[in-house]
């Protein structure tokens, strides 16, 4: 299994945002992790522009968008922006993308939330056709009549993957592209109902074992802190959780909360969670670094030490 660790812009000013992704970059890097995962916030830094400046400051890291919404832009655009980014990477970009939710799609941005999995196979397949160039994108469906010539094509693989958490999004992942980036999936769901749906329809489909990318919250901590590490994943992150589509999902699998994903305790039991994924089926793991105190320094440290950890156990669950 693959180590992953999420990096996106955090609060204070620009130019702080941007040495700080710098910073975390480097750090990723230098201690061995596979891929960062860049997320889609909605009034945030965009996700494929963090990707250029961190390529910039990096040699070797994979780097992937967790997610770029579909919605926003037209799918020819994306591929032309995902592989000029591609490109700048020398081939590390892995591009993840998916359909949101209606808050976003339809509640910030206005656009129309219906049937996302209708929407979502034919924007893939202009964007399939666009990322195969060099040559014209000839592609009429439901949802796009695309007539446009391109001379961009990629010189190295670009992974597609597709957040995927009901059946007919996984369907459609398995078959369209190389893989599915979750998120608010534990460990049963992934391994009863995920992997098995997605890499069947990949199969069937005549297509490689799909990559599963999971992401969880990671606390080193002391057994003593573990409940306060799952109550502040509860505080900071439980706002997926009002989604239909993460509901659904969590009752899939054990979990209830975005704390009950949380991998918190000493490095042993971290370690044993990680494995506990990687058998279900989890490909790749990408860690939401989850501090935690009372004071800035306090989750400054803790975020230290947890990222210390992870640096160790990149070399444990290969």
Sequence with gaps: MRLGVMIGAERGDMARKVA???????????AGLDTAWMPQVPNDFDCLTMVAL??????????????????????????????????MASGRLALGVGPSHHWIVRDM?????????????????????ALAGPGDVDVENASF??????????DTPLPVLVAALGPVMLQIAGERADGTVLWMADEKAIG?????KITKAAADAG?????????????LCANSEIDAAKERANRILAEAETSPNYQRLLDRGDARTVGDLCAAGDMEQIL???RMFADAGVT??????????DTRDELVASKYRTRDVIAELAKAVQ
């Design 207 to 219: 297509r490689p074992a799909p990559r599963i990318v999971a992401g969880i919250p990671v606390c």
């Design 54 to 87: 961190m390529a910039a400051h990096t040699t070797r890291i994979e780097l992937g968008t967790a997610v770029v919404p579909l919605q926003a832009q037209h799918p020819v655009a994306l591929a032309r922006q995902a592989l000029s980014v591609h490109a």
């Design 284 to 293: 790749d793991l990408s860690v939401r670094l989850l501090p935690i105190g």
């Design 20 to 30: 700080k992704l710098v910073s975390d970059i480097q750090w990723a890097e230098s």
């Design 145 to 154: 009549t695309v007539h446009n010539p391109t001379a961009l094509a990629a």
């Design 272 to 274: 044993r969670r990680f």
């Design 109 to 129: 941005l206005g656009l129309p939330y219906d049937k996302p999995a209708a929407y979502t196979r034919d924007y893939l397949e202009v964007l399939d056709a």
């Design 192 to 196: 009863e109902h995920i992997a098995p």
